[in-house]
């Protein structure tokens, strides 16, 4: 009895010792604080995404990587729900064999696409109580689009000339992404997979843009100002070129992608080596997104410690608008794939944050111990790049 009653207390203490630094941060972090993973447990926080529901509560998620439980062990994609605009957060359900997934609303149901784990199944889920309880995709009649190994992020569901349109990659081994967009008319049935269209699959070629090329992926559906829909990628170059992106064109049908190496790639602040979302704002007629800019003054292009809010009327001229978030450390600190929704005048947003947190800080800056929630008010008004966050 003596023995059973020792590790009942040991377990007792064990776990309320876990809580207490699960719930421990520093009340400093930038924005809300929405989920806290300490560094210790090797659990880190990926994949931030956002929506605003019809009633205006807000529903996000986020996933988990990282070596604490083995490579890709940490198949599961969290929600969370907020009723006050984002000032604090309940924990709905946590969704196992969900990965790298974007959360949208579409035909009063809520949805999560992404992958089935690290490189698997491309998969779709569908929520009818705002985020609760989700389908299974257990077939293509429910929820399994393609089997395989894919790859992607929590980057645009975009709605357009009757269909939805979402990029993806796929990587026939290591990765080697090859990049797609993926369509289904509006008034579908998404969990079916045969009422989706693939355009073909592009691999990079290491000879483009004069022989740095070395990958590209998480794409962005966009439709441009003639109305042509294009998938926008980040880049990576062996040189670390820290302001490029690609545009890969997509035919109205859905059924073709094509790229030109020698007039797609554009200049875009942060478009190297870190994922970015493009959104199209119908009142200032620009489009914008939030990126890891590297200022003049870093010459580390890894840097994910500034972010910049840019625009453009284009998608091929973009104007740093102001800073939202910036840390002077670059090492331990970062706020980066960012997900984020229009509001009225503001932006609202979540991130995937190293930061400190009174129990050793993030791991590094690649590997978050927080997911924040930011508002970013009256956007469309120039800062002259000061910060446009504060504490709430």
Not at 23 to 52: F, R
Request: aromatic share 14%; glycine share 8%.
């Amino acid at each position: 009895m003596r023995i059973l009653t020792y590790a009942l207390t040991l377990f007792l203490f064990a776990f309320f010792v876990n809580e207490l630094q699960a719930q421990s941060y520093n009340p400093d972090v930038p924005g809300i604080v929405i989920n806290h993973s300490p560094a210790s447990t090797g659990k880190y926080i990926g994949s931030p995404s956002i929506v605003i529901m019809p009633d205006g509560d807000y529903v996000a998620s986020h996933d988990y990587f990282g070596p604490g439980g083995g490579r890709g062990s940490w198949n599961q994609t969290l929600v969370y729900r907020s009723t006050d605009k984002g000032k604090s957060w309940e924990h709905l359900t946590t969704i196992d064999n969900q990965w790298w997934s974007t959360l949208f609303y579409h035909n009063n149901a809520l949805y999560l696409i992404g992958t089935y784990g690290r490189m698997n199944n491309a998969v779709i889920r569908k929520s009818e109580d705002g985020g609760k309880t989700w389908t299974n995709p257990t077939d293509k009649n429910n929820g399994l689009l393609a089997k395989g190994r894919y790859h992607c992020a929590p980057v645009p569901v975009l709605r357009h000339d009757g269909r939805l349109w979402r990029a993806m990659e796929y990587a026939p081994q290591g990765r080697e992404f090859e990049a797609f967009m993926m369509s289904v008319p509006v008034d579908a049935n998404l969990l079916e997979a045969d009422n989706w269209t693939f355009t073909n699959k592009i691999p990079y070629e290491e000879d483009w843009y004069d022989g740095r090329m070395r990958s590209w992926l998480e794409g962005n559906a966009v439709v441009t100002p003639d109305g042509e829909i294009v998938n926008i990628l980040r880049c990576a170059f062996s040189d670390e070129n820290q302001g490029v992106a690609a545009i890969v064109r997509v035919n109205e049908k859905g059924t073709k992608a094509s790229f030109d190496p020698e007039n797609g790639f554009i200049r875009l602040p942060g478009g190297t080596g870190k994922k970015f979302t493009i959104r199209y704002d119908e009142k200032s007629q620009k489009y914008w997104s939030l990126v890891n800019w590297v200022q003049p003054k870093d010459i580390d292009t890894r840097e994910r410690n500034t972010v910049a809010l840019v625009s453009s009327p284009d998608l091929k001229t973009w104007t740093i608008e102001r800073v939202v978030l910036h840390h002077p450390d670059p090492h331990h600190h970062a706020f980066q794939y960012l997900d984020w929704q229009f509001e009225g005048d503001d932006i609202i947003a979540v991130s995937r944050t190293a930061y400190d947190d009174g129990l050793g800080g993030a791991a590094n800056y690649h590997d978050a111990n927080f997911m924040t929630f930011h508002r970013i008010k009256h956007f469309r008004k120039s800062f002259n790049l000061d910060p446009g966050w504060k504490k709430e």
